[in-house]
């Protein structure tokens, strides 16, 4: 019998389970790429149904921009099937053409393409609907007031259903709304709107205005989403410790943004500014996967940097918070022309894993957050499939995890 949303969020129900998931545009579809091989084995260990989804097994599945699409239809029942095929869809017709620079005069894409999209699944169920199998915690950023937002589906949540006055209810905003919210990255698409408060006669008195969650800290949501388990305002109230509290934690596909010094000092302030913004994106993931590590004890730990490395055995809580697993890949580039004479460059790890050359350009285009191109995302897929193959096998996610009803079966 499928778990109910009170087994997925009660504290008295056992061990919990976590997916966090990163913005990256249409590289969504490497985590989805990442994420099949997951659903396959945990597909397996619940006797191989085909009935199976992601959402029968975690408590709690959240997300930044795409992330948060994603988090949404795996919460309410889609298989990664079902939305790697939304994204082959939604990948050309919202990024197939540009609408406006994306720096000065106007937004890149148009929001309403996306809503389209997305319109076929989300349709115009709330954050209350009964639809959401398992707890959902999209991210977002309220930029007229500076607030960094994390809306959940949990009923005991502060203003899932408030008894203030003219508060609109959390459990009442439409899923498609918040999504949207979520994944407004500046330059690419305008913010997002939505009715705050309201007067005694149901009129809107108070608007807010949304952009990407990456703008805050969260593109990254792990910690975020560590803090909603532990933090008790947050009501969730579950426990800390390696064998109660579990986090699988997902990246869009992984390069340091870098920039020719002299080319940044002749670019336009608005240029300068979008390179600054994105430099803060990929600094804030990298340090979000630095603390989650360090409150924990991967089996596979992510490399940081040149100075501290992978973390491995470093946790600095002595004993772990959580058990705690990044999946990610590096999507490393190679040079674009050679000098005459020069030695071919060796593969790169993410050629040998997929066990072919790429083209340079090919390299390069596959960090592009806005690049819907078929052979692109046909790529994305398939390196991600690669890369989720690294991470996940009979010992991942760890069977203390498994359900109860598996060992039954």
């Known amino acids: ?11 008295d129900t056992g061990p919990k389970r976590m997916l966090a998931l990163d913005g990256g545009g249409v590289k969504g579809v490497l985590t989805l790429g990442m994420l099949k091989p997951l659903e396959d084995e945990l597909r397996a ?3 191989g149904g085909a009935e199976f989804r992601l959402c029968d097994y975690y408590d709690l599945i959240g997300g930044t921009s795409t992330g948060a699409i994603i988090a949404t239809g795996l919460a309410l029942g889609l298989s990664v099937d079902e939305l790697i095929e939304l994204y082959m869809r939604l990948g050309p017709e919202v990024f197939g053409r540009t609408g ?13 393409k996306l809503r389209r999209a997305l319109a076929s699944v989300l349709t115009t169920k709330t954050l209350g609907s009964e639809d959401l199998k398992t707890g959902l915690a ?3 950023k309220r930029i007229d007031t500076g607030s960094a937002w994390v809306v959940t ?4 949540g502060a203003f899932y259903d408030p008894n203030l006055p003219g508060i609109y209810p959390n459990k009442r905003y439409r899923l498609i709304d918040l999504v949207l919210a979520s994944a407004a990255a500046p330059t690419f698409f305008d913010e997002i709107v939505i009715d705050i408060e309201f007067d005694e006669k149901r009129r809107p008195v108070q608007k807010g205005y949304f952009v990407d969650g990456a703008v805050s800290a969260n593109n990254n949501p792990s910690m975020q989403m560590l803090m909603l388990a532990l933090e008790p305002s947050y009501r969730f109230g579950w426990r800390s410790g390696a064998d109660a509290l579990m986090m699988t934690s997902f990246g869009t596909g992984s390069r340091r943004p870098q920039v020719d010094g002299r080319a940044f000092q002749g670019l336009p302030p608005g240029l300068r500014g979008v390179h600054a913004l994105r430099a803060m994106v990929y600094d804030t993931q990298v340090q979000g996967v630095m603390m989650m590590q360090a409150l924990s004890a991967p089996r596979k730990p992510w490399r940081i940097n040149s100075e501290i490395n992978d973390m491995g055995g470093r946790c600095i809580t002595g004993a772990p918070v959580l058990d705690y697993q990044r999946i990610d890949v590096m999507l490393e580039t190679k040079p674009k022309a050679l000098r005459r004479g020069d030695p071919a460059p060796p593969m790169t790890a993410l050629e040998r894993m997929i066990g072919r050359e790429l083209e340079a350009e090919t390299l390069l285009a596959l960090d592009l957050m806005d690049n819907g191109k078929k052979e692109n995302l046909e790529l994305l897929l398939e390196v991600g499939l690669a890369a989720g193959r690294g991470y996940i096998d009979a010992t991942y996610p760890d069977p203390k995890f498994d359900l109860p009803e598996w060992s039954r079966g």
């Open 100 to 112: 406006g620079d994306g720096v000065f005069l106007q937004s890149r894409f148009e929001s309403k």
């Open 153 to 156: 589906n949990h009923p005991l």
């Open 138 to 140: 999209i991210h977002a």
């Open 1 to 11: 019998m499928p778990r109910t949303l009170f087994d997925h969020l009660s504290p």
């Open 45 to 47: 260990r619940a006797g």
